[in-house]
């Protein structure tokens, strides 16, 4: 079981990962590298999304085969988006 | 005795009686039993019967189309008529039929084969069983409201939409789309609990890779469905939202200019190939162990079977894309998908040898279920081979919406319901304990096969016959495929009248069965454990039917074969007690067995088919009334229901006295709106059907929350790969891995979209049709909040584990405010955008996405403020954070809330940031 402090640590955490990725359009990233601001803020939200699903979900101390099961139905949603973009690319 | 007893529901509940509120169970011949009933035998008979039933009502129209095509002009049907019943004909036979069938028998025979007392939530399986009984009776109303979906059972775009549905059909069709979706949730139920059953509840010594071939087949079939049928039910919701906000052609999804059509079948078909496995599956369950059984052997190589299975199972979700050829994919997609295609049809070749060889080395007995399941084998493989000709894309083209298809498809799909058929007769000794009449059995088999070959055969002649079409040219002669020669010179009609007496003969056949089994019922054919010579699985070890508990003892392979070992030795064995959200119990272990009982299954699955009917006429102006008047009654539900459970408390007065502020409110609102009573008097019937549905149904909803009901998981059972996850968690995660496609469905389907529209092109098309200003701060602010209650849950949890009442109501109260300021920020935002920009739901792929897309996930912040009401109220009283509770349930209804956490953080950037 994870501790208060480090939940808290986390939260600041993801609080100042939103902000960021936020500010890379203030700063008119979007604009000059929209390609580059792009990876970088979806690079980002996996970052959250991971720290979210490790750390509150608990999936750390899961066993495996609970990260499986979440990573299946993720790569289901990958063909599908995959699939169906590209088919009309 | 271990007395562990943990409350995924609430606290215990002594005070309330040591025994189960639910009672026990009515006897057989009391029709209380079947409507109470949980147990995983009962609802196995109720699935079977109910889905024989709908194979009736399919085969009725089945007869009408065939009969409609007795010759090639108009005849006794009309030409909506003849649409409505291909459609309802297609849909009642693959989803009403098919799968529920199989699923009869497993809800029956699975327990058994894997030594479980019962399925992980039992409660919950009943529920499955009921909402697909009401959702085939949904569809049937659908009948009774003007005309039935007229579409075909692919409900292809744009033909799916309100403007081109005759006007006479447009209640009926989203009554059918409705019916669906409901139908989708009680296989997604279904699914979690057979795959939280399968994985933890399996008799010790018992590995994954030993138990019987058919419960190897429905694992499969549950893993498949739970992702597949979450894709269909994406593309069902969106497809209501055309039918709902977006009447225009060239709006809304499916009718949009930006690959609308195309992302239907995208959306589909990523759903129906899988489809056509999760129907066949089973049947090849059944085939492995008949053939086992008749030849009196173990399936020749067996580990290499269950790898094919596992492998088609898993390529099913890649191969969609033949079912396009003829759309606007492009080339390379299409040549990928061809080989995907040819290379999924090599597991099935070996399954087919491997089948074919058991039967080879072993010695055959040729009784009814085997000839049942040989034939169906001869049928799979011609349907197999026929298949591959349409995955091969030049083939297609030619062989697309023609009766080859349709041939094809029915020798696959009906083949499996053959197969399905020699599982009746194989299992009816076990379940009914007497023996069916082998003589009637072998004439069923012979007018089957004759019926069927003499129905489906004729269909590959007259291969050009164009599908679907309610008349077609007789007089044309068929001819080979890609030449000019003619075989026969004897026009279309004769094939089809050919088919049409097949048909009935097929039909009859099944009289035959439905005689035989009923007769038999009453016959002095009385069996043991077991009729057949050569068995392998574990249903076969006890009396024929099974006793209410299963086995004699605790069901055990430790040794490398079964042994049961005294219920005594083993009772200790209740280590926690999963309860599918009610309260649980602490109560004698050995009193703790498969005999609970609940009417709120039954009750509440009701309340839904009454909710679908009314959504499928309410009016646009309307549509979020009922839902928000239901809101104060939930709240009332709750402050009453949680006093009676729980003993009354100020928080109790609290949440009854709130709900009248609360209605009071929304009636002022709804005043502004629409006026009061003008408006009320002006409201439909649908209008007061949805509100007594919703209202009703969130009633039915706490009152199972605080029903008392437990169902103990036995310590000595084998648990990998998921030892130390309880049922409930289990339960949970597999949840969200079909959220998880859900939401991925929506937010590929803006994906789709925005790549075709050109993906930075995108804001320029939403300024085209109307957005002036779409800030980022309303998203960032709603990013804030929600990682806030995020963290504020697991406060929640971290305080219930410390025994902290004020710590975890203190925290999950936050987090409500925290998810009411998320709405509220929503709420203004969207006013903005809607109202004031007129920037509307059907305002173009950029609004239509990003409305639907956030709207789902603000759907699910509004169900877990609800669920949050529910567990301060527990809370309140003692639940989660009290000796020995170690705050489970908070962790479960937490990883629910961090996963619509999860989703918005992709939402955030690219409804926002990247917009």
Redesign the interface.
């Known amino acids: 079981?994870?501790s208060?402090r480090t939940?808290?640590i986390i939260?600041g955490a993801?609080?100042a990962v939103?902000?960021t990725?936020?500010a890379?359009?203030?700063v008119g990233l979007?604009e000059a590298q929209?390609w580059i601001a792009?990876a970088l803020?979806?690079g980002l939200?996996v970052v959250?999304?991971v720290t979210?699903?490790g750390w509150?979900?608990?999936m750390r101390e899961?066993?495996?085969?609970?990260t499986y099961?979440?990573l299946?139905?993720?790569l289901?949603?990958v063909?599908?988006?995959a699939?169906?973009?590209?088919?009309?690319? | 005795m271990t007395e562990d007893v943990h409350t995924n529901g609430g606290t215990d509940s002594h005070e309330t009686g040591g025994h189960d509120d639910g009672g026990h169970l009515p006897p057989k011949s009391s029709v209380k039993r079947w409507l109470v009933t949980t147990n995983h035998k009962d609802v196995g008979i109720l699935y079977m019967i109910t889905a024989l039933f709908f194979l009736v009502f399919g085969g009725i129209l089945a007869f009408m189309i065939r009969m409609q095509l007795w010759q090639s002009g108009p005849f006794i049907l009309t030409d909506l008529g003849y649409n409505q019943i291909v459609t309802a004909h297609g849909l009642l036979m693959v989803f009403w039929f098919l799968s529920p069938f199989a699923f009869g028998l497993a809800n029956y025979l699975v327990p058994l084969q894997i030594g479980a007392d019962d399925l992980a939530f039992p409660r919950l399986n009943a529920m499955s069983y009921w909402l697909y009984l009401f959702s085939g009776l949904l569809l049937a109303i659908s009948f009774f409201q003007g005309s039935s979906l007229p579409t075909g059972w692919t409900l292809y775009a744009p033909l799916n939409l309100p403007a081109f549905i005759p006007p006479v059909a447009e209640l009926g069709s989203l009554s059918a789309i409705i019916a669906l979706a409901l139908f989708i949730a009680s296989v997604t139920i279904g699914s979690v609990n057979f795959i939280t059953t399968m994985y933890r509840m399996r008799a010790e010594g018992l590995r994954m890779r030993d138990i019987p071939l058919f419960s190897i087949s429905i694992l499969l079939t549950v893993w498949m469905m739970l992702?597949a049928f979450a894709?269909l039910l994406a593309a069902l919701m969106l497809l209501s939202f055309d039918h709902i906000f977006a009447g225009e052609v060239g709006t809304g999804y499916f009718g949009s200019e930006e690959?609308g059509s195309?992302?239907w079948t995208?959306?589909f078909w990523?759903f129906g190939h899988p489809e056509v496995y999760i129907v066949f599956f089973p049947a090849l369950g059944v085939m492995a162990e008949v053939v086992q059984t008749f030849s009196g052997r173990r399936l020749v190589g067996r580990k290499w079977f269950i790898i094919a299975m596992a492998l088609v199972a898993i390529q099913s979700?890649?191969v969609?894309?033949h079912h396009?050829f003829l759309t606007?994919?492009?080339l390379p997609?299409k040549t990928v998908i061809m080989v995907t295609t040819i290379g999924i049809s090599l597991p099935f070749d070996l399954m087919v040898f491997a089948l074919i060889y058991t039967m080879i080395k072993g010695q055959v007995r040729w009784k009814t279920p085997f000839l049942f399941v040989l034939g169906s084998i001869v049928l799979f493989i011609i349907g197999g081979i026929t298949g591959v000709f349409l995955g091969a894309i030049v083939l297609d083209y030619s062989f697309r919406g023609t009766y080859w298809v349709v041939a094809h498809f029915h020798y696959t799909m009906a083949s499996g319901a053959v197969a399905l058929v020699g599982g009746i007769y194989y299992w009816y000794p076990k379940i009914t304990g007497k023996m069916y009449n082998e003589f009637l059995g072998k004439v069923h088999f012979v007018a089957a096969f004759v019926g069927f070959n003499l129905l489906y055969f004729p269909m590959f002649v007259v291969w050009d016959t164009p599908r679907r079409w309610f008349h077609y040219n007789g007089t044309v002669a068929p001819e080979i495929p890609f030449t000019n020669i003619t075989l026969f010179e004897t026009g279309f009609t004769i094939w089809h009248q050919m088919a049409t007496v097949g048909a009935f003969v097929f039909g009859f056949s099944f009289l035959i069965m439905f005689y035989n089994l009923f007769v038999s019922l009453y016959s002095d054919r009385v069996v043991d454990e077991s009729p057949w010579a050569y068995t392998g699985s574990a249903e076969w070890a006890v009396s024929s039917p099974p006793p209410e508990g299963n086995f004699p003892g605790t069901p055990s392979f430790a040794t490398g074969k079964l042994s049961f070992l005294s219920r005594a030795e083993t009772d200790g064995g209740t280590e926690t007690a999963a309860t599918d959200g009610g309260v649980a119990q602490a109560t004698e272990a050995h009193e703790q067995h498969v005999d609970h009982t609940s009417w709120w299954p039954l009750a509440m699955s009701l309340t839904a088919l009454i909710l679908g009917l009314g959504i499928s006429g309410l009016e646009t102006s309307y549509f979020i009334w009922p839902f928000l008047f239901a809101i104060p009654a939930f709240v009332a539900f709750i402050g009453i229901f949680g006093a009676r459970s729980d003993g009354y408390t100020h928080l109790h007065g609290a949440f009854m006295g709130a709900s009248m502020p609360l209605l009071a409110l929304f009636a002022l609102v709804f005043h502004l709106h629409h006026g009061i009573p003008g408006g009320l008097a002006e409201a439909n019937q649908y209008f007061w059907i949805s509100l007594i549905g919703i209202t009703s149904g969130l009633g039915t909803l706490v009152a199972m929350g605080y029903e008392s009901f437990n169902v103990p998981t036995p310590t000595m059972s084998e648990q990998w790969?998921?030892?130390?996850?309880s049922n409930t968690k289990?339960g949970m995660?597999?949840f969200?891995?079909?959220d998880?496609?859900l939401f991925?469905?929506f937010?590929?389907s803006y994906?789709?979209m925005r790549?075709?529209a050109g993906w930075?092109n995108w804001h320029h098309i939403a300024e085209l049709n109307g957005l002036e200003h779409h800030p980022?701060?309303p998203g960032?602010l709603n990013?804030?909040l929600l990682?806030?209650s995020?963290?504020t849950?697991?406060?929640a949890l971290?305080y219930a584990?410390r025994g902290s009442k004020r710590g975890t109501v203190g925290a999950l109260s936050v987090t409500f405010i925290g998810a009411t300021l998320f709405l509220a920020n929503k709420g203004i935002e969207w006013v903005d955008l809607y109202i004031r920009q007129g920037w509307q739901f059907d305002s173009g792929p950029a609004a239509s996405t990003f409305y639907l897309t956030t709207g789902l996930h603000a759907a699910h912040v509004v169900v877990g403020m609800l669920i949050m009401l529910f567990l301060i109220a527990r809370a309140y009283t003692g639940a989660y954070w009290s000796e020995g509770e170690n705050g489970h349930t908070i962790?479960y209804f937490?990883?629910y809330w961090?996963?619509v956490?999860?989703v918005w953080?992709?939402l955030?950037?690219l409804f926002y940031?990247?917009f």
Do not use: C
């Open positions: 079981m994870t208060i939940y808290t939260f993801l609080m939103s902000t990725q936020a890379l359009e203030f979007l929209y792009f803020i979806i939200s959250k999304a979210v699903a509150y979900m608990h899961e066993p495996r085969a609970i099961l979440a299946a139905g993720l289901g949603v063909a599908l988006t699939g169906a973009g590209y088919s009309v690319l | 992702f894709a690959g195309l992302l995208h959306l990523f979700f890649i969609w894309m396009m606007a994919i492009n997609i790969p998921f030892e130390g996850v289990l995660w597999v969200l891995g079909s998880i496609i991925g469905a937010i590929g994906i789709f790549i075709r930075t980022v701060w960032l990013t804030y990682l806030a995020s963290f849950v697991v406060l971290a584990k962790e937490g990883l961090h996963f956490d999860i953080l992709f955030f950037p940031i990247l």
